[in-house]
């Protein structure tokens, strides 16, 4: 059974601050990694994509990868109370059909105090 | 540009009923994904499929539930004689290859009666 383990929160930091949300995997020949943010009633959208190690930044999220420690990673520098969301972690492996299948972790609900 | 979309939004059904929820994916993205998601639960696959066929249904129930995607027309995933316990969200996700990113539809909040 493939996992992907999540503290499920909440994480609460003050507005501005760096929001740190961390993910491990079980599953050793996962290819791809994304980052999605849910809010309360509403579908995942994707936050970011990350397919090999080191870091990735687009704007003020930052993902990083370590295949080795089977870990991931998103950072959110200046955070914002717009910010304050559920945030899924996913990992595509494979599936014992054979083909991929994204596995998600339960989430972090973040906080983000004004 | 649309993005994915699904239908209906909301569905009530009685117990014994059954749903039927479909989704047309981005245009130009031939992989199909269901989810489901029951309160305060994480996103649980349940089945991927591209144009006529069914790739991976280890996720979807073995009773009651099946999807198909044709060749023509929206994925539809049909559960047959409903219970309660299959109030959950739906989600309908969709992506240009196997590895490559899933968006995701607003889904389909089912309750059950």
């Known amino acids: 059974q493939k996992e992907v383990e999540q503290n499920s929160g909440p994480l609460s930091v003050p507005e501005g601050a760096i929001a740190s949300l961390n993910c491990t995997y079980s599953?050793?020949?996962?290819?791809?990694f994304f980052w999605y943010r849910q809010y309360s009633g509403k579908s995942p959208e994707l936050i970011m994509s990350i397919y090999s190690n080191g870091d990735k930044e687009d704007g003020r999220f930052t993902a990083q990868l370590n295949k080795a420690s089977q870990y991931v990673s998103l950072l959110i520098r200046d955070s914002q109370p717009s910010d304050s969301a559920t945030y899924l972690c996913?990992?595509?492996?494979?599936?014992?059909?054979?083909?991929?299948?994204?596995?998600f972790g339960k989430g972090t609900k973040l906080s983000v105090i004004p | 540009n649309a993005g994915v979309m699904q239908n209906p939004r909301h569905l009530v059904r009685r117990r014994g009923q059954e749903a039927r929820l479909r989704c047309s994916p981005v245009k130009g993205h031939s992989h199909v994904y269901w989810y489901r998601q029951l309160p305060e639960e994480g996103l649980k696959f349940m089945v991927y499929l591209q144009k006529e066929n069914i790739i991976d249904e280890s996720g979807m129930p073995k009773e009651r539930f099946s999807a198909e995607f044709p060749k023509e027309g929206p994925s539809i995933l049909r559960i047959q004689q409903v219970v309660r316990g299959d109030s959950a969200a739906y989600f309908c996700?969709?992506?240009?290859?196997?590895?490559?990113?899933?968006?995701f539809g607003p889904g389909t909040r089912l309750t059950v009666l």
């Open positions: 996913a990992v595509n492996g494979r599936s014992g059909a054979g083909s991929y299948q994204l596995t």
């Open positions: 996700a969709s992506s240009e290859g196997t590895l490559d990113t899933q968006y």
């Open positions: 599953d050793r020949g996962s290819q791809s």
